[in-house]
């Protein structure tokens, strides 16, 4: 097992250097100007001059390879430069934002296994009654639901129309729970058909057969068996839903005015603040990525035939 | 003391009929040998008694545990156990054999005990039990699984036992040697075994009685020795035939006439002659 | 084989269920066909200009004369909704095919040539899958500036990696199959192999993925427009009017839902056509 993980991390580092390369040189071949922008939110009057030291002062002036090289070998000490806006250190600033947006993504994760998982095995225990078309015609229609839309709508009906929740601001679970509905929900009927159809797929299998003719119980076997291994390829699949969760909470904080990161980058790419949207990049990805290596562990756990191989018959 | 399936139809959701009002005993210390061609219906048949069929199938008849009507629930491995063919996919490939042991012996409420899985595993022909109990499926060859089924079989302690087609997917030496277990078994522990075969080198190995199925009917039901010396019905003929085919005998020859007026010792070696 | 031939017969017997596919692709297709009509005529159909500004009508409710009423600048939401219709669609369906181009011809040309270039090309389509996709788009709209333009080329960025990772594998899949051994054996040159062999029936399969993918790409763009960074004001487009009309959700709630309802219809008509598609054309698909 500590075998697969290090082999896991070990491909992680080409891949993470990879997008760092991405971020840096995507940004600077594209024509992005750093020394305009910092001159411009300074409000010194882009002459030659200013332009000249500006170019100097932010090593500009050196080969570009050297200059990802220096950007890099700081991004791995956490520094990440200053904002052009504010001046302060950017790292600094993304870590003041970034718990919020964590927290709102953490309970929407965990809206999306916890109603997802269930609905999922109701829909396939009672398979063909109405719970099944129930849960597969709401997965159905929140597949295509716009996450800011459906922010909104919520808005309308708990804060306006029923006064239950507050609309907007920073607090504890009433101020969290209608954005992470909105930002779970998509992830939520998508995780719940796979699950459905993944655990039909089990009870098919010729392994719930035996197991049934060596008189292991139906409850064993819907928990031992059916759910066990139909919860396997669900739990790959859930890598991905994280990335969608981490982006739809970039998106729907500012409906509800949650202070986290998504606001934070998003005035910074109208301001073309490089450094910070370097980061920010960077920072999501690797967080992402390290979100998908747990994933990954798991489902090596769960699965012996991904931790051991399909090896040869002995 | 036997298990006998009565009257047994099973039809499709349209109400054509797979298995038609087939009934056969099995009582404890024999073997018998239900045999036909691919789907003239026998593993419907098995899933029946066990209360298993597919969903939408629908069975009438009735089946009778040790004079008692069937209770699925405490007959299913407790009392009647199972063997299938093709045992890499009936084990799940996320537990250990030992996992699948010990839901089993939970599944029919004996003491996990693992002197017992020990003792089961060597009845049924495996060697270096410790290695093996770790294994998962998918690192296991045919042979071993097969051998790990019958164990699983053995370790319930049930009285009967169906076979389902046990040794269709395995090679020559390691089919000859569950058979010979099985054989064993059934004589030491008196075993009532439903064998469900369509190989008649099988039968002949096993068998002491013969249920001939075909088209979902039963058209014969014969001792062994009867079967291959003076079969009645067209269905056993055709299939000893088939088998002489393979063997390049011939059922008209002179040697197999001669050998209806053996006694029984050459009985026995003419019965081996068909099962090489 | 007794199993088999019992569990074909249950899906006959299921039959009006099967009919739901069919439903759902005269249901798409009715929906989509619709939206593409009011997409295309959207010039002719609106009553008025939809950028036509009228402050003394802002805010009106449903009427007779605005059947969806206006908006805070007193445009009419009616011809806002038409007009953002050819907008939309008209991005989606750009976007798609730029993924697919790229898509294709970098997975198709990797599959085709193996070997090292393979084995690099695919390192790169990796590394731009590690990228969750809404952080990927933000930075290459911070990368190439706002604007409808930009954002259809950050989406398509974000999302050409599957496509050729798809198309590589099904043509490695094609070439080694005895059916293309015997057009190489039989002297048919290498391009034309590509192109009349192997090139069709990837299309479908990508085509069918293509289909389910839609609804996804609508949703990132409108998204993005949502957030300042796609289309800008006063261009009518879902995702910008839903952002304009946010400070009325207590006063004219009205002027959030149609755009949205919008977006979820399309969306979901898609969803459906590609559902479809992908049980009619090929079943083992799993997306």
Redesign the interface.
Known sequence: MWLFIIRRLMLLV???L??SM??FF??RL?G?DPAMSVLRHANIPPTDEAIALAVIELGLDKPLWEQYLVWIGQAVQLDFGHSYMTGRPVFDEIVYYLPATLKLASLAFVLTLGVSIPLGMWAARRRNQWPDFFVRGVS??G???????LG??L??LFS?QLNWLP?MGYGGLSHMILPAIAIAFMSLCINARFLR?SMLEVQG???V?????????EQ?IEH??VL??GL?PVVTAAGMH???L???S??VE??FGWPGVGRY??S???N?D?PI?QC??LL??VI??FCNLIIDVLYAW????IR?G??A?? | MSLSINNLSVFLPTGQTIVDNISLTVNRGEIVALVGASGSGKSVAVTATLGLLTRGLRMTGNIFLDNKPIDYTHARGKRIACIIQNPASAFNPVYTMKQHAIETLKAVGLPHDINSIYDAMKDAGLEDLERVLHLYSFQMSGGMLQRMMLALALMSKADYLIADEPTTDLDLIVQSHILQRLKHIAHDRKLGILLVTHDLGVVAKLADRVAVMSQGKLVDECNVMQLFDQPQSEAAKKLLNAHYAMYATDINSQSAKASVTLDNESKETTKELFSA | MMIFSIKKHQDNKNSWRSAIPNLGVIISITVLAFMMFCALFAHWLSPYDPSEINLLNKLMPMSAEHWLGTDHLGRDMLSRLLHATSISLGAVFITLLLMLAIGISVGGFAGFIGGRIDQGIMRICDVFMTFPTVVFALFMVAVLGTGLTNVIIAIAVTHWAWYARLTRSLVINIRHSDYLRAARLSGVPPIRRFFRHVLPSVFVQLIVLATMDIGHVMLHISGLSFLGLGVQSPTPEWGVMINDARQFVWTQPALLVWPGLCIFLNVMAFNLLGDALRDKLDPNLSH
């Not at chain 1, 057969?209 to 119980?217: F, H, K, P, Q, T």
């Open positions: 080409p891949m993470l990879g997008v991405i971020i995507v940004l594209s992005a159905f229609l597949v295509s639901i716009p996450n800011f839309w909104f709508m808005v309308l306006v609309p159809a299998q010729r392994h057969l035996y197991a049934r003719m060596r008189g292991v119980s064993r031992a068996h066990r291994n396997i994280i990335g969608e981490i982006g739809g970039l998106v500012n409906i980058a998003i910074a790419i109208s073309n490089y949207i920010f990049t999501m990805t992402f990525v769960l699965d012996p035939r051991l399909t090896e018959k002995k």
